[in-house]
């Protein structure tokens, strides 16, 4: 494939380059950032956008640039329109001037949270974050270009501001740890989403699929993991309620954002792996090992 990833310089980005490199595709990366094999390209500047899919002429559009950050979103509406709606458009449309098919990647935010069980790829979304919000309407967008959409969650990798690292480094400064107990999804790793996302790319589906590693967990569960990855004791995290995080978060979070596979696997894709064995690999990457 001629394949175009935005996002780039992101954490799933960097891995979409490097897999699509892997698997002997040729691949442009684009992002705000300069980074390794990436241009520099503002998603808000459509003669630009349309430019470059005219040069380049990929088969195919991975578009995972994005405003993640959840609580400036919902504190900077405006900017998280821009960011995660507009700039959807803008590259939904110029992927049709040469038929590249559009993969945007999405979110577990998509839903309330209120479901027992896990979510289909058929239930009705119904955000309660401005995050949320958007990348739904950015769901729509590609979807109504003909493209697909892969909802993901709890992205984590060796790179980048996440979890791992987060408790990685709280440990080595001794910092108390304190997790929510009451918020159940699954832990995504970035280098096996990305090789997720490259199969979708690649055989056009179109519709919704969801793309999460296995093991539904809530964050004190995870953490609980990291630290047995780590070699340390399970009990030095303590589980505390979403009421009791101090200062209280901006944005909401779904209590329940399992995501169901369902789709993925009647599709014939092989089953994604437990998310434990990506995270070993990652701890083992973070500490050298």
Known sequence: MRLLVTGSAGQLGSHLVEEADRAGHAVVGVDLQQGADTTVLDLSDAEAVRSLLLAERPD??????????????????DRARRANVDATAVVVEA??????????????YVFDGTKDGPYGEDDPPSPR??????KLAAERIVLGGGGTVARTSWLCSARGRNVVRTVLGALDAGAPLRFVDDQRGQPT???????????LARDRPGGVFHTTN????????????????DGRDPG???????????????????????????????AGYPPARDFREPLAEVVAVLRHR
Do not use: K
């Open 236 to 266: 030095l995290v303590v589980p505390i309620r979403t009421a009791d995080l101090d200062p209280p978060r901006p944005a909401p979070r779904p209590a329940n954002s399992v995501l169901s596979d369902r789709v993925w696997r009647r």
């Open 60 to 77: 195919a559009v991975v578009h995972a640039a994005a405003w993640t950050a959840v609580d400036d979103c919902e504190l900077d509406p």
């Open 189 to 199: 790793f970035a280098g096996d989403l990305a090789g997720m996302l490259l199969l």
């Open 214 to 229: 296995a093991g539904p967990v809530t964050w004190y569960g995870f953490v609980q993991e990291i630290l047995r990855a």
């Open 95 to 108: 992927a049709a001037l040469v038929d590249a098919h559009v993969v945007g990647v999405s979110t577990d």
């Open 129 to 134: 974050s401005v995050y949320g919000t958007t």
